[in-house]
């Protein structure tokens, strides 16, 4: 079966702490996404990982960053952390054979900055 | 740039009635589109993708190249069709990213 986890289902964070959400998945993907799911506003791509070491930029990484350096995990790290970013994350993985393959979903974290 | 709609945010049908969750593209070359769904309480999954031409729980969408859409459809609701849909394009680089619409929220009422 397959499997996207993430570290923490629901992160209660104050304005200005760091904080690192993990993601691994166990299907020896390439592609690994973060996404924000808000209402009304649907999933938004923050950035995505091709590879280990390589990164994206989406269409929102302002106030994000990430990394990958295993290919079973992708970190979104917010450096500073802001009542704005107060949201669900959702991981997502999949296989790298053009634009055809289905995403994997993790579970997604639920992120209250106060 | 690349786009999806979902003009309704909310739709509410009644069981055994047809349901029909409109999705427009904007797109300058042949899209990938899908439809995934999120129940409650339970992760995003993929539905359907064009490229396969299924029907999944009942569920058919036509890809319509001249309208460009891509709507689902089912022609009797159950109740446990009751989810949040998204409908999805990915770009065809070499990094498939995926574009996602702002999701409809389906209410089938008993």
């Known amino acids: 079966d397959v499997k996207v986890t993430q570290s923490s289902r629901y992160l209660v964070k104050r304005t200005g702490e760091k904080v690192f959400l993990e993601c691994v998945q166990d299907?020896?993907?390439?592609?690994m996404f973060w996404y924000r799911q808000d209402p009304g506003l649907g999933l938004r791509l923050i950035y995505f990982?091709?590879?280990?070491?390589?990164?994206e930029k989406g269409d929102i990484p302002e106030g994000y960053s990430v990394s990958r350096e295993k290919k079973e995990r992708f970190s979104l790290i917010l450096e500073s952390a802001s009542t704005n970013q107060t949201s669900m994350y959702l991981c997502?993985?999949?296989?790298?054979?053009?634009?055809?393959?289905?995403?994997?979903f993790g579970p997604g974290t639920r992120l209250t900055v106060t | 740039a690349q786009r999806v709609t979902q003009p309704e945010k909310l739709l509410s049908v009644f069981k055994g009635a047809p349901v029909e969750l409109k999705c427009n593209y904007s797109?300058?070359?042949?899209?990938?589109l899908f439809w995934y769904v999120q129940y409650s309480r339970q992760r995003l999954q993929l539905l359907l993708r064009?490229?396969s031409r299924e029907s999944i729980k009942g569920f058919t969408a036509d890809l319509n190249k001249g309208e460009t859409s891509f709507h689902l459809k089912k022609p009797f609701a159950q109740e446990e069709d009751s989810a949040m849909y998204y409908c999805?394009?990915?770009?065809?680089?070499?990094?498939?990213?995926?574009?996602f619409g702002p999701g409809t929220s389906l209410s089938v009422i008993p």
């Open positions: 999805a394009l990915t770009e065809k680089t070499s990094y498939d990213k995926v574009i």
């Open positions: 064009h490229i």
């Open positions: 990982s091709y590879d280990v070491k390589m990164k």
């Open positions: 797109y300058s070359g042949s899209p990938e």
């Open positions: 997502a993985s999949s296989q790298r054979q053009g634009a055809r393959d289905e995403q994997y």
């Open positions: 299907m020896d993907h390439e592609n």
